[in-house]
Every structure is written in C-alpha cells, then in structure tokens.
C-alpha cells in the first residue's frame, strides 16, 4: 500500500515531513518518545506505528517545547495534558516568538480578586456592583474560593463608576454590553474555522485575526461616534452665517 492509497503516515515519513523544521528529528527519537508516553500512535497488524495528523501535531507540539522552551520530558508531558484540557492556555508558552504581535495579554488568565476587593478598587459598595452584574457588564467567575473578578471587571467597573457623574447608570449601559455581543460574534464566525483546526499554527493565526480585528473594530467604531457626534452638533448648533444674517 502507497502513501497515496492510505490514510496514514509511517514513521519514516513522518520523520522527513519535520526535518525541515526540527533538523535534530529521527526515527528513534520517535519511538523514544513512544516509548515514554508522550505519543501514541496506533499499530498496524504488523506492529508498525501509524501517525495520522492528530499525531504530527502532537509531535511538533513536543519538538516545539523542546527546542523553544528547553522543558524535560516529564514537564512536557504534563504541559500536553493541559493543552487537551485547554488548547489557548498554553498559546503563551508557545507563539512568544520574535516580537510577534499575539493576543494573549487578554485572553489567558490573570489573577482574580474577592467581590471586597473589587468595591475597594472602585470604591462603590456592593449594591452598585450588584446592579453591574445584573445587567451582565461585569463577569463573576465561580471559584473554588467562591466568586472573583478579573482585572478587566475591575477596569469596567471604573469606567461605569465614573458615568454616574453624568447622572448615567449601570441599567443606561447594557445598550453597549449587547454592542459588544455583536462585535463579538461576528469577529467569532470568522475566526471559527482556524480556532477548530487541528494545526496549531492556525489556531495561534486565529488568535492573531482576533486581535487585528478586535483593533480595527475599535478604530471604525470610534470614528464612526465622531461623525455621528459631529453631524448632531451641525444640526442642532447655530452657525455663524446664520447668525450674522440674523444681525
């Protein structure tokens, strides 16, 4: 049976498929790293292993670590468990390549703070962050240790604190919340088809689109506010020609 009639890699081809890339790749490192666990590939009746791309992926993740990242094999292992569990989480171990613009600052997990915390850093009491969560402008997260917030909650609930000096309320603000739904999803079913690839490159090139549109958004969004802002005062503000023929 020839490549061309089959569904599967051998490991020879799987070798010369990652030479570019990984020039230190051989036939025994593989089966080292069968050996040990850190693949899996299934057997033919004859025993030879059969790679399909789930398992190229799975080795270039392993190779990817071991040169980038200098980790031992038992860390690694470890790091490919919660790459299965969540394939974003580990994007920061893995795209932190050359100055390259990745979308990780707000997407991977910080550190999260008690509902007290989050009324001292915005110094409103909690009836006031009770009505930001009700209308879903901050999210909650349940922990472990109960309810905490992230630094972006912390961030808006500033933002939304400081409204109420324009008489402008959590319940006035939900109008943007469903803004950003929207944003969201569209920016969501173009970016779907990389983030649900195998490949992780295309996955780190989805995160990449998300970021490049996420900017984009804000950018056309605001100048859109401007125009719209500027065209209200040209309706509603008394020009001078007008106001010179009045004289």
Do not use: W
């Not at 051989?26 to 057997?43: A, N, Q, T, V, Y």
């Not at 008690?114 to 909650?140: C, F, G, H, Q, W």
């Not at 933002?159 to 929207?182: C, T, V």
């Not at 998300?210 to 503000?237: C, I, P, V």
């Amino acid at each position: 049976m020839t490549s061309e009639t089959r569904d599967y890699m051998t490991v020879g081809e799987v070798v010369e498929s990652l030479k570019e890339e990984f020039d230190d790749i051989s036939i025994s490192k593989i089966r080292f790293f069968d050996k040990e666990g850190l693949i899996s590939p299934e057997r033919t009746a004859g025993g030879y292993r059969k790679f399909y791309p789930k398992d190229l992926e799975r080795m270039r993740t392993i190779l990817k670590l071991q040169k980038q990242n200098y980790l031992p094999l038992k860390v690694i292992k470890s790091k490919l468990v919660e790459l299965e569990q969540s394939p974003l989480q580990l994007f920061e171990e893995l795209v932190e390549e050359k100055g390259e613009k990745i979308y990780k600052e707000e997407l991977f997990e910080e550190k999260l703070i008690t509902s007290k915390e989050l009324e001292d850093a915005v110094r409103v009491n909690s009836e006031v962050i009770d009505e930001m969560k009700s209308y879903n402008l901050i999210s909650p997260r349940k922990t472990e240790d109960g309810v905490r917030y992230s630094n972006k909650d912390v961030k808006i609930a500033r933002i939304i604190n400081e409204f109420s000096n324009y008489g402008i309320y959590p319940r006035h603000l939900k109008i943007y919340q469903n803004f950003a739904n929207r944003e969201a999803t569209f920016i969501e079913q173009i970016v779907m088809p990389l983030i649900r690839s195998h490949d992780l490159e295309m996955r780190k090139i989805a995160i990449q689109k998300m970021a490049d549109l996420e900017e984009l958004t804000l950018r056309l969004r605001h100048l859109l506010l401007k125009n719209s802002l500027k065209t209200f005062l040209d309706e509603n503000l008394p020009h001078r020609d007008k106001e010179s023929t009045q004289e």
